[in-house]
């Protein structure tokens, strides 16, 4: 059975940071693409970050390059989201996404609640 769980969301003041988790488990985390979403109250579901299943190559979304940063360990099954100089627009409730090789089976978690007030 498939599992993530994501960990590390809470209330930061504005330049603050937050480092997310995404523990996976029940399938093969290592070759899978991983992505962060996030959905802010009354929006869509946007695309944070994504990351290849090597690490060798991530995308960020223009309203996060050079702030946050996507990371896994895939010898620990977990992915990562530093997330530094944070502003208000950046509470949500973030997502972690997974996207098997060869069946591109997807899995979602079920969410962690950021929020970014003084």
């Known amino acids: 059975q498939v599992h993530l769980v994501e960990s590390g969301g809470g209330l930061v003041q504005p330049g603050g940071s937050l480092r997310l988790s995404c523990a996976a488990s029940g399938f093969t985390f290592s070759s899978a693409d991983m992505m962060w979403y996030r959905q802010a109250p009354g929006k869509g579901r946007d695309l944070v970050a994504h990351?290849?299943?090597?690490?060798?190559?991530?995308i960020y979304a223009d309203s996060v390059k050079g702030r946050f940063t996507i990371s896994r360990d895939n010898a620990k099954n977990t992915l990562y989201l530093q997330m530094n100089s944070l502003k208000p627009e950046d509470a949500a409730v973030y997502y972690c996404?997974?996207?098997?090789?060869?069946?591109?089976?997807?899995?979602w978690g079920q969410g962690t609640q950021v929020t970014v007030s003084s």
């Open positions: 990351i290849t299943g090597a690490g060798d190559s991530t």
């Open positions: 996404r997974g996207v098997a090789a060869f069946s591109n089976d997807e899995y």
